[in-house]
Each structure stands twice: as C-alpha cells, then as structure tokens.
C-alpha cells in the first residue's frame, strides 16, 4: 500500500485572494500548499488595468509570511470596454499571464463582466494571435435557464461558437461542474483545457440541500447530481492533461454565508491537497495525481514544472470547524472532517 506521495510542488491554477485584512489572512493557506496560483481579478473595483495587476501582486506577494515561497500569476478581468492593447502589453510585460472572462452577473463581483461575448471579440482575436490564454466561467445568466443548466447551455450558445471562430485561442474552462463539459472539453482541440476544484469532486447538490440549507456547500458554478459528479472524478484521475487542478478557493466571512442571501465560494485552500488526494485514492489512481496537480497545468500554461517537491503521507488530518483569519472567521470545505492524507512539513 503507498502510504507517501512526493510529487513537484503543485500549483493552484484557479484561486481567490481578495485583497487588504482578508488578503493578509488567507494567502498563507495557499503558500503553504502552492508553488504558483492563478489569481482571480474579481474585487471591487475589478483588476481590469496593467497598472493595477501589478499593484495587486505587489500587496499579495507583501501577504506572503516571511520563508515561504508563492508566485501569483495575474489574470485581466474582462469587461465590454476591454482594451485589446493593454491586455497584449500586459501579456508581453509578464503581468498578465492570463484573462477572465465573466458573464455580467454570473457570480461574486461580476457586474463590469461581459454582458455579450460579441463586445470582446477584438480582444480575444488579440489574445489569440498573443498566444494569451482565456480563463472562463462557463455559465450563461438569462433568467430563463435554469441554474443547473446553465454550464450545459453555456458550452451550447457560447463557447462552441466561439472556439469554432477563434480555434487558436487557448481556453480554460474553469471550475467544469458537468458531465457535459467533461465532454466538450475532451472532444474539443487540444487548446482547450479545463481546471476541476475538490468541492466538484467530492459533493454533489444533495450536499447543500438534504436536512437543511447548507451555505458552506454553496459555490457557483452549483454542485450538480451525482452523474456530474461521476464524469468529474473519471476526468481528474483519467490522466488526461486536459483537466487540472484549480482550487477555486474563495472565502467569504462565516455570517456572509449563514445569511439570508449567502454568498457563493467555498474556502478550501488549507486543505486542498488532502482534499484531492482523498479522491484519487479512492478511485485507485494515485498514480494519476501528479500529473493532475502538478504537470498538466504548467504544460498548457506553457511554464515550466516546478522544481522543488512535496510530500503527502497517509496520516489522518483533521480539519478545524472554523479558521479564524483575523479579518473574519471562515469555515473551510470539509470542516470537522478527517482526511486520510495529509501535507507533510
Ligand atoms: C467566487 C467568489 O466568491 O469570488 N465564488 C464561487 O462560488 N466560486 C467566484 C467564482 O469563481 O465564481
Ligand atoms: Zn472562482
């Protein structure tokens, strides 16, 4: 039985930081686990400028404890004003490893997002020839479509149309929640690619809903039936480089979910190795693991593996029922649960 796992220190190629008290609290979490993320421009005011990419990863990189080791890679928040030269410059300066795309409305602080994908085709035809990848939150938002389609019915009116008029742009499709995106994106080019988060993985919508209104299960894209849940866990431990890690790690204070509108995002960054690891087990691939966590990622990204490595030992850790970051009190994905893996150091 394997009992330790050295793999290259992975990477995070999906993640939220926000910025100022709860900035300085959570980005140890993610250090601690990750060599490099890709970090979400979704704060208020949106991180749509080079000027202000650069700034961002001034103050996360001065949240980084003393010792530890991380990278932020940056990402263009993409509204319909979207400059296609700014984002090129940024590309070409080092700032910009990437752009987001948002529809208007989709999720946390998407109101400047994309209201008609129509308005950005300058910049993605930019982006295309720049060789600058796209992240994307695959949902549409037209009151009509029901919330558990509206993965299904994105893939169906806009990106299939949209990587058959641009088939060189690279496209992340991120935090995939349906057995339809795991097939769009394995029979779609090799320019396309998609990143899965352990909540996705692990729980299916019964999670939020059975015995009462769960709020820390509530993430967007929502958790879907156990079939998409099924198709996640094939991809992930397939092997297959097209499907990576991203954590989409997204924390919001314990009374900003316990509310009568909560908010979406799950906080699982502090663990989410373990998280992961636990499912690869238990489908009888860990050998997969690190190609998921460690390899694919930085191959489509085009960056090189990283050189140090991490341990994992089957050793059970337990996960507290709240982390209190200073700014807030948050409680992680599987809080009070004990995993079977645990980060080693
Ligand atoms: C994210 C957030 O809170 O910023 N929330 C979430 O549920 N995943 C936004 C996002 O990635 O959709
Ligand atoms: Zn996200």
Redesign the pocket.
């Known amino acids: 039985m394997t009992t330790t796992l050295t793999i290259p220190r992975p990477d995070d190629w999906?993640l939220?930081l926000r910025d100022g008290a709860m900035l300085e609290g959570v980005t140890r979490y993610t250090a601690r686990q990750f060599a490099r993320a890709i970090v979400?421009p979704n704060l208020t005011p949106p991180v749509t400028t080079v000027d202000a990419a650069r700034a961002y990863r001034e103050r996360i990189l001065a949240a980084v404890p003393e010792g530890m080791d991380f990278t932020p890679l940056m990402t263009a928040y993409l509204t319909d004003n979207s400059d296609p030269a700014e984002l090129v410059r940024g590309h070409e300066e080092g700032v910009f490893t990437a752009a987001k795309l948002y529809p208007a409305g989709a999720?946390t602080n998407s109101d400047s997002g994309v209201t008609d994908v129509a308005n950005i085709m300058g910049a993605l035809e930019a982006m295309a020839e720049a060789g600058m990848p796209l992240c994307v939150?695959g949902e549409v938002t037209s009151a009509d479509v029901d919330i558990f389609d509206r993965e299904a019915v994105f893939i169906e009116r806009i990106l299939a149309p949209l990587i058959d008029r641009l088939p060189e742009l690279k496209v992340i499709f991120?935090?995939l929640t349906s057995a339809e995106g795991v097939q769009f994106v394995t029979g779609a080019g090799d320019n396309v690619a998609a990143t899965i988060t352990p909540q996705h993985l692990h729980i299916n919508r019964n999670a939020m809903l059975v015995g009462g209104m769960r709020p820390h299960a509530y993430c967007l894209p929502v958790a879907k039936r156990e079939k998409h849940r099924l198709a996640l866990r094939r991809a992930a431990t397939s092997g297959s480089d097209r499907f990576f890690l991203g954590t989409?790690s997204?924390p919001h204070a314990r009374e900003a979910k316990e509310s009568a509108c909560g908010c979406a995002g799950i906080f699982n960054a502090p663990y989410a190795l373990e998280s992961y690891l636990a499912v690869f087990d238990a489908e009888g691939a860990l050998d997969k693991f690190e190609g998921f966590a460690s390899r694919h990622g930085p191959a489509f990204y085009g960056l090189p593996v990283n050189e140090q490595t991490i341990t994992l030992e089957k050793k059970p850790c337990t996960v507290p029922d709240e982390i209190d970051v200073g700014a807030a009190r948050l409680v992680p994905f599987h809080a009070g649960e004990t995993l079977e893996w645990s980060l080693a150091g």
Do not use: P, Q, S, W
């Open positions: 999906h939220h979400m999720t939150h991120e935090h989409d997204a």
